[in-house]
């Protein structure tokens, strides 16, 4: 090969691995989504691979921690899928009912509902304080 | 140029896209790794809840292109999983038989199996080059 390309497939190597220091060199954080769903929020999660019986769940306060694994393939040649264990924090976007989390594992999607403290009863989504509302049955 | 050095150029023009869509929420490229399985090469895509009838398997020389998508979740709160379609092109690892790709789709992780032209045969990864090799039963 000619030197401007020897050249830029240098800049190209130096640059890739930059970014995998960036990205591979540390742990593994699974993408993860919150949706709101009126009475519930829900927590959604990509963890293709994992076994559920790997996964922990753990509210503390404002935050829900999700962790878990998955083994590397075999015989690797090359690739950029992460493996081993993993551990992320995420902050609820809305307060929650203590310990209601209900999960489930579909299609490597960890999907976790939680019950709202103050659920969304209109399309504005208006939040409900008042304790004794007649609508607010889902309230303890 | 040469196979392995087109294979890198591959790689690195891969990652140049991902390093440009870093920070713009652009295009889904879902994480890929090849393994070795002696007489098979593997392909292994991360596409948590994408649909099997969504997916194309289409093989071009020495790449493969795989294409699928999934929906976006309902009212999202916030969260950083990318959704819609997506399209990801690898180059081979090693050499394969056109059109042997047999592909299956569990726990959010998209397996094609590639028959090699080439199978390994000892722990060492050597190649066979000798078509009448007496270990080389799969090859054509």
Do not use: C
Not at 44 to 65: I, K, N, R, S
Not at 75 to 103: I, K, M
């Amino acid at each position: 090969m000619n030197e401007p390309v020897l050249a830029r497939l240098h800049q190209l190597m130096t640059l890739r691995e930059q970014v995998e220091t960036l990205g591979t060199g540390g742990p593994w954080i699974p993408a993860a989504d919150w949706t709101d769903e009126d009475t519930h929020l829900v927590l959604h999660l990509d963890v293709p691979g994992v076994a559920a019986d790997t996964l922990e769940l753990l509210e503390e306060g404002p935050t829900v921690t999700v962790a878990g694994e998955r083994s590397a393939p075999g015989r690797l040649l090359g690739g950029d899928r992460p493996s081993g264990a993993f551990r992320r924090s995420l902050t609820f976007p809305q307060d929650v009912l203590p310990q209601t989390g209900e999960a489930q594992l579909a299609h490597g999607i960890l999907t976790v509902r939680f019950q709202k403290r103050h659920p969304t009863i209109d399309v504005d989504a208006e939040h409900l304080d008042a304790g004794g509302d007649p609508g607010g049955h889902d309230a303890p």
